[in-house]
């Protein structure tokens, strides 16, 4: 079955760079891209960016844009987050999606990036 | 930016009995293609985001038929038929029509009375 297993959670100070990691299986990698999405306590889900999983094009919001990094490993079927820059509004649990169809069709089960000093 | 408008934000059910969840988009959802990418999003309390509804109406493989999804153009609908415990959580709507910039609704609480 489909599976998306994301790295585990982290602490970070401002101002630094956290990097999360998402292992999918369960299907052919360069079949569909991944999609980003947080949630910050108390608030609701955001899209972070997308990344294709074929050509390596990505798309990000336009509030992270410049500091987001959206990457892929085809070897290991894995994608990557990168966040640089981190303050505490960027505290928040950060999920990968197998993006199908303008759709997010299976989740990851949530990486949580606290950033405090 | 497409901006998509949930009421209630918070809703609170008894058992048993049906729930309504209004998600209204500030632009039309219907791409170009003449498909509606518009879907709905169940989060229960410490678990990562479950689709339960994709093209306004399609239900996934295992969600219960008492969720049912419709609506058209800028007004959507998420019903629950009749509600239990399992149901609780927050429900979110996405567009997906006008990407690269997908976008989701604030979210409906949905408690048990």
């Known amino acids: 079955q489909v599976q998306l297993v994301q790295s585990g959670d982290e602490v970070k100070a401002p101002g630094a760079s956290v990097k999360v990691s998402c292992k999918t299986s369960g299907y052919p990698f360069t079949k569909n891209g991944v999609s980003w999405v947080r949630r910050a306590p108390g608030q609701g889900l955001e899209w972070v960016g997308w990344?294709?999983?074929?050509?390596?094009?990505?798309k990000y919001t336009q509030r992270l844009q410049g500091r987001v990094t959206l990457t892929t490993d085809k070897s290991t079927s894995t994608a990557y987050m990168e966040l640089r820059g981190l303050t505490s509004g960027d505290t928040a649990v950060y999920y990968c999606?197998?993006?199908?169809?303008?759709?997010?069709?299976?989740w990851g089960q949530g990486t949580l990036v606290t950033v405090s000093s | 930016d497409v901006v998509l408008t949930q009421s209630p934000l918070s809703q609170s059910v008894t058992l048993g009995q049906p729930a309504s969840i209004s998600c209204r988009s500030s632009?039309?959802?219907?791409?170009?293609?003449?498909?509606?990418?518009l879907s709905w999003f169940q989060q229960r309390p410490g678990q990562s985001p479950r689709r339960l509804i994709y093209?306004?109406?399609n239900r996934d493989s295992g969600v219960p038929d008492k969720f049912s999804g419709g609506g058209s153009g800028t007004d959507f609908t998420l019903k629950i038929s009749r509600v239990e415990a399992e149901d609780v959580g927050v429900y979110y709507c996405m567009q997906g029509t006008h990407w690269p910039l997908y976008t989701f609704g604030q979210g409906t609480k949905l408690e048990i009375k």
């Open positions: 632009q039309s959802l219907v791409y170009s293609d003449g498909k509606t990418y």
């Open positions: 999606a197998k993006d199908v169809d303008y759709s997010f069709e299976s």
């Open positions: 093209k306004v109406s």
């Open positions: 990344i294709s999983t074929r050509s390596g094009n990505t």
